[in-house]
């Protein structure tokens, strides 16, 4: 490993960590005082550092992924190299010596091209931009939905990305955006070098080649009447932010049409109107014995802490919503299902940091808690479905604290629903990307076809809202995962919605819900 000194960023700090956890590595070295390239772009700009501190300071990034942390602790065991005259002849020949299958990079810019001669399958860095750009600076100020960032292999032969994750773009905030990009690259290293040591190396750089090159991302007018434009624009669009919550609050209501598939007329669809004091989100039709019921989550907004609601749909129409789970920490997602004649929940209590399963005791009003499936997680709108002999678990999971819950969807499976030991699966995350990794509903089922319904969690900046996209499942092992993107559905299908999150239809019901902005001071 190659660090900036003793004291490093959180992120790297992380970084170090979880390596020296896992079983299939071993750290023999840590290089320091590599020297970074004389010339900066905007870091050098008193203009944009002080803009940075000060943003940073409105903002307060938790945990802070750029806070220096002591690594003292970790590299105690290992040998330490002095960089600080590289390349000398005779640290190279030093480094050759300990015959080196990796060297992570872990500094703010790009490793020198020869260190990647001194380790078999080259040095791993995260690709940080062009001219030493900080990562999710080019993002927030020209409003791209997405930011990524890239973890690169420099080997002898070529530079070569093997894991491209893609994150929400926040909308305001320079420092939030990098501070959540480098809380996800934190598990990228462990993960890529797992699957190293279990494919082998041609297979596995094979298997990435499809990523291309590293990415190279303009650097645009970063001096002067540029930068200042720049800055004042992201300053702007801030305090439009904070003045826009001021009169307007995000209020979610429940959709609902009778047929078989998505309606063509969007006023075909009937709206379930929740008090003004409260929104209705994440709808799940069940039909029983001949009657339809929609399960949902409600939140007042006094509170701010969600609990599950039912509500029976009649002929005539909606009948009276009933609670049915409470409990003292955010209830959400109620993801039901029924199993040899029982009905089953599992709901979202990320909240709890754990995955629970309830049981109907009398459907639909009276639900019992059955079982844990996983503990000590942060888990978000899981679904389950059962398929050629085996129960998948689809979850999104914050892998690292700091992170994101919407961008990475990982999977599991077991042979029993009822179990508290579900098996990873070796693929994991199945995807990374914050336009379709979390769930907005259960597992579609259309003849011998598999679509999973997946929520798009990217900034928009006003130019189309956020949908919902069906992920056909192409691939469906215990080694092996694909899905390709088969269909979507916009927000301007339903009028004045803002966006969608859930999707769900069962038996001749369709559910979805939208965001639709209401004024902020409505009596509550």
Same mark, same amino acid.
């Given at each position: 490993?190659? /660090?900036?000194? @003793?004291?490093?960023?959180?992120?790297?700090? &992380?970084?170090?960590?979880?390596?020296?956890?896992?079983?299939?590595?071993?750290?023999?070295?840590?290089?320091?005082?590599?020297?970074? !390239?004389?010339?900066?772009?905007?870091?050098?700009?008193?203009?944009?550092?002080?803009?940075?501190?000060?943003?940073?300071?409105? %903002?307060?990034?938790?945990? +802070?992924?750029?806070?220096?942390?002591?690594?003292?602790?970790?590299?105690?065991?290992?040998?330490?190299?002095?960089?600080?005259?590289?390349?000398?002849?005779?640290?190279?020949?030093?480094?050759?010596?300990?015959?080196?299958?990796?060297?992570?990079?872990? &500094?703010?810019?790009? !490793? !020198?091209?020869?260190?990647?001669? @001194?380790?078999?399958?080259?040095?791993?860095?995260?690709?940080?931009?062009?001219?030493?750009?900080?990562?999710?600076?080019?993002?927030?100020? =020209?409003?791209?939905?997405?930011?990524?960032?890239?973890?690169?292999?420099?080997?002898?032969?070529?530079?070569?990305?093997? $894991?491209?994750?893609?994150?929400?773009?926040?909308?305001?905030?320079?420092?939030?955006?990098?501070?959540?990009?480098?809380?996800?690259?934190?598990?990228?290293?462990?993960?890529?070098?797992?699957?190293?040591?279990?494919?082998?190396?041609?297979?596995?750089?094979?298997?990435?080649? $499809?990523?291309?090159?590293?990415?190279?991302?303009?650097?645009?007018?970063?001096?002067?009447?540029?930068?200042?434009?720049?800055?004042?624009?992201?300053?702007?669009?801030?305090?439009?932010?904070?003045?826009?919550?001021?009169?307007?609050?995000?209020?979610?209501?429940?959709?609902? %049409?009778?047929?078989?598939?998505?309606?063509?007329?969007?006023?075909?669809?009937?709206?379930?109107?929740?008090?003004?004091?409260?929104?209705?989100? +994440? !709808?799940?039709?069940?039909?029983?014995?001949?009657? @339809?019921?929609?399960?949902?989550? =409600? /939140?007042?907004?006094?509170?701010?802490?969600?609990?599950?609601?039912?509500?029976?749909?009649?002929?005539?129409?909606?009948?009276?919503?009933?609670?049915?789970?409470?409990?003292?920490? #955010?209830?959400?997602?109620?993801?039901?299902?029924?199993?040899?004649?029982?009905?089953?929940?599992?709901?979202?209590?990320?909240?709890?940091?754990?995955?629970?399963?309830?049981?109907?005791?009398?459907?639909?009003?009276?639900?019992?808690?059955?079982?844990?499936?996983?503990?000590?997680?942060?888990?978000?709108?899981?679904?389950?479905?059962? @398929?050629?002999?085996?129960?998948?678990?689809?979850?999104?999971?914050?892998?690292?604290?700091?992170?994101?819950?919407?961008?990475?969807?990982?999977?599991?499976?077991?042979?029993?629903?009822?179990?508290?030991?579900?098996?990873? #699966?070796?693929?994991?995350?199945?995807?990374?990307?914050?336009?379709?990794?979390?769930?907005?509903?259960?597992?579609?089922?259309?003849?011998?076809?598999?679509?999973?319904?997946?929520?798009?969690?990217?900034?928009?900046?006003?130019?189309?809202?956020?949908?919902?996209?069906?992920?056909?499942?192409?691939?469906?092992?215990?080694? =092996?995962?694909?899905?390709?993107?088969?269909?979507? /559905?916009?927000?301007?299908?339903?009028? /004045?919605?803002?966006?969608?999150?859930?999707?769900?239809?069962?038996?001749?019901?369709?559910?979805?819900?939208?965001?639709?902005?209401?004024?902020?001071?409505?009596?509550?």
């Amino acid at each position: 490993m190659i /660090l900036p000194a @003793h004291k490093a960023p959180a992120w790297a700090f &992380k970084i170090m960590e979880s390596l020296q956890e896992q079983d299939e590595v071993t750290l023999v070295g840590v290089g320091l005082d590599f020297h970074a !390239p004389k010339k900066r772009t905007h870091g050098s700009s008193l203009i944009y550092r002080t803009y940075e501190k000060l943003e940073k300071r409105l %903002s307060r990034p938790l945990p +802070d992924a750029f806070a220096e942390v002591d690594c003292s602790s970790l590299i105690s065991k290992a040998l330490l190299v002095d960089t600080q005259n590289w390349p000398a002849t005779s640290w190279s020949e030093h480094l050759d010596r300990l015959a080196l299958d990796v060297i992570v990079w872990l &500094k703010d810019y790009a !490793p !020198p091209p020869q260190l990647s001669t @001194h380790a078999s399958n080259g040095v791993w860095f995260l690709e940080m931009g062009n001219g030493n750009v900080k990562p999710g600076f080019w993002e927030v100020v =020209e409003k791209q939905a997405t930011s990524h960032i890239e973890l690169v292999v420099d080997r002898t032969e070529k530079s070569q990305v093997i $894991y491209r994750s893609k994150s929400g773009t926040n909308a305001v905030s320079v420092s939030q955006n990098r501070n959540n990009l480098m809380w996800q690259s934190c598990s990228l290293f462990g993960r890529m070098l797992k699957g190293l040591q279990r494919q082998g190396p041609q297979a596995f750089f094979n298997q990435h080649d $499809y990523l291309g090159n590293p990415g190279r991302h303009s650097q645009g007018n970063l001096r002067g009447v540029g930068l200042l434009a720049s800055l004042a624009s992201l300053a702007l669009r801030r305090t439009q932010g904070k003045l826009g919550r001021l009169v307007l609050r995000e209020r979610w209501r429940i959709y609902f %049409s009778r047929g078989p598939g998505f309606p063509s007329e969007a006023n075909s669809f009937q709206v379930l109107e929740s008090p003004s004091d409260r929104f209705w989100a +994440d !709808p799940f039709p069940v039909k029983h014995l001949n009657q @339809h019921y929609i399960f949902f989550e =409600e /939140l007042r907004f006094k509170d701010n802490m969600g609990y599950l609601m039912v509500i029976p749909i009649n002929e005539d129409g909606p009948g009276e919503a009933r609670e049915i789970i409470r409990q003292p920490y #955010h209830l959400s997602f109620p993801f039901i299902f029924s199993h040899q004649g029982r009905f089953f929940m599992i709901p979202e209590s990320r909240q709890d940091k754990t995955l629970q399963l309830w049981e109907a005791s009398s459907f639909p009003y009276e639900w019992r808690f059955s079982q844990y499936l996983m503990r000590d997680v942060e888990v978000v709108d899981t679904t389950v479905h059962y @398929h050629q002999g085996r129960w998948w678990l689809f979850t999104c999971m914050v892998s690292v604290a700091g992170g994101s819950s919407s961008e990475e969807l990982y999977l599991f499976s077991s042979n029993s629903l009822e179990s508290a030991n579900w098996t990873p #699966h070796p693929a994991n995350p199945v995807v990374s990307d914050v336009c379709s990794a979390r769930n907005a509903g259960r597992i579609i089922q259309d003849g011998g076809q598999l679509f999973r319904p997946s929520q798009d969690c990217s900034q928009h900046f006003g130019k189309g809202g956020q949908g919902v996209s069906f992920q056909e499942i192409v691939t469906l092992t215990p080694t =092996e995962y694909k899905e390709v993107e088969a269909g979507c /559905l916009k927000p301007d299908s339903l009028p /004045l919605v803002k966006r969608i999150h859930s999707y769900n239809c069962c038996e001749g019901l369709v559910v979805v819900d939208g965001l639709i902005p209401s004024p902020a001071w409505r009596k509550l």
